[in-house]
């Protein structure tokens, strides 16, 4: 179960299950690829004050688990995942931008669900078996 949180005249315990896709579903998230996005991601949670406690990748889609605290929006956790990691991914990786001609690496869309203490278990595992598809 998340841990219950305390701020400044509140107790919180938010979860959400994220998870986004490559534009035109492009399998790119491989290797290389995979392992710095993963690096990326996890600071950029830091730099921004939200915690991913699960985290995996297939091919073409990304799936976090995230803490956070009420001041956090999920728009700008999605901007700050998405938006940061493109523009770093494509410096690192110049190849990627002959495969996505467009100049973007995400799809725009995204799927997002609160979690609750009797789903984590089953959503944390399914986020772990994504790579083992």
Wanted: a positive charge; hydrophobic letters at 40%; proline letters at 3%.
């Amino acid at each position: 179960m998340a841990e219950v949180k305390h701020g400044r005249g509140y107790v919180y315990s938010i979860q959400y299950h994220i998870v986004w896709c490559v534009k035109y579903r492009h399998k790119v998230l491989l290797g290389d690829i995979d392992i710095r996005l993963k690096e990326i991601l996890n600071q950029i949670a830091t730099d921004n004050g939200f915690m991913i406690s699960e985290i995996e990748s297939d091919c073409d889609h990304v799936y976090l688990l995230v803490d956070c605290n009420p001041q956090h929006s999920i728009p700008n956790i999605i901007k700050a995942l998405k938006g940061v990691s493109a523009r770093l991914l494509f410096k690192e990786f110049p190849q990627l931008k002959k495969k996505l001609w467009g100049g973007n690496l995400w799809n725009p869309s995204y799927f997002v669900a609160t979690v609750s203490e009797h789903t984590e278990a089953q959503i944390r595992q399914y986020i772990q078996n994504q790579k083992v598809r």
